[in-house]
């Protein structure tokens, strides 16, 4: 009966925009994510759809004495979003895979064997079947570039500044990259620091009110991206316009976005509209910008810093410690700006 329950869970978080392929780590995760009766409760969930406690009580009578209490043990452990608006009741839905239980229960920066032994699963799982998920023909996140890495800063593009990105919204909050933590669970990774990963609006006021994130304020926010950019992290986002529900900080080691992409090949991550661009006259030939780039796209040859714009994501992280300022991002050829939130869905929905 048990593996029955856990064979339907697997079916029903695969309808999701990023699915989850079946696998016997998938069956090891969602064992230790929802165990006993939360697996049953989440077949009765909906992922975009929220759900208040009134519905799912009618939905499972056999629970409804002790619903709420399992719901707060699902927001709690990163498998149930619980949204609570003023003067109405709370609501419930299920958490897709992305932006969701595989990131939710890494971000308070708790160590517990569970999440080590979940760390492993998921590597696994990464480097089989759902690396190639996550690679479906519309990925789910893009770079946004480093703003103050365009040569003609009036070319930037409105959903490409990430200032005006956080005057969308009005929470924030900010927890520990999951990517970092679990590398490190794994004796792997980098020594970046883990407290980068970014959260807006419903999702960080979900992950705030259950211990995974600390609210800040927007100052607070642009401070910790700038950081971000010196320290050579790679900024992503929804790749949807005027949407913005995350800012990631990656960086290529760790990311299972950019190890599936840099590593297998997979288009994992949308590029930006941007390619970096190097003045030979300005060049000191000092390599610095090779060092930074994060995904190989920069050579030294000869005096000269040359980039592949094939390679190149565009994400500017060459160009705060170029002391020549030879190296700067310009507007690619195509620009293909990312669809609405509705289009989005449909898109990822169908490839």
Known sequence: MEGSVYQRLAEHLDRAINGVPMSPHLMEILHILYPGEEAEVALSLAIYENRTLSQLQGMMPDK??????????????GTVLTVQKPGRERTYRLLPSVVGFAEAPYLAGDDTPELRRLARHWKEYLDAEFGEELAREVPLIRVVPVGESLRDPSQVLPFDALEELLDRVDFYAVGHCPCRQMAKFLGQGCDHPLERCMHFGTMGRYLVETGKARAVDKEEALRILRQATEE??????????????TICNCCPCCCGFFRAKLNRGLHTVSSSSYVAR??????????????????????????????DPEVCIGCGVCTPTCQEEAIRLEVRERISPPMSLQEFISARLKA
Not at 64 to 77: G, P, T
Not at 236 to 243: A, I, K, R, S
């Open 64 to 77: 409804a004495d002790r619903l709420e209490e399992i719901l707060s043990s699902m927001a709690r452990r």
């Open 232 to 245: 050579g992290l790679i900024h992503v986002c929804d790749n949807v316009e005027g949407h913005i529900r």
């Open 278 to 307: 190097v003045s030979e006259e300005d060049c000191a030939g000092c390599g610095t910008c090779e060092e930074r780039c994060p995904v190989g796209a920069v050579k030294v040859s000869g005096d000269v810093a040359v980039v």
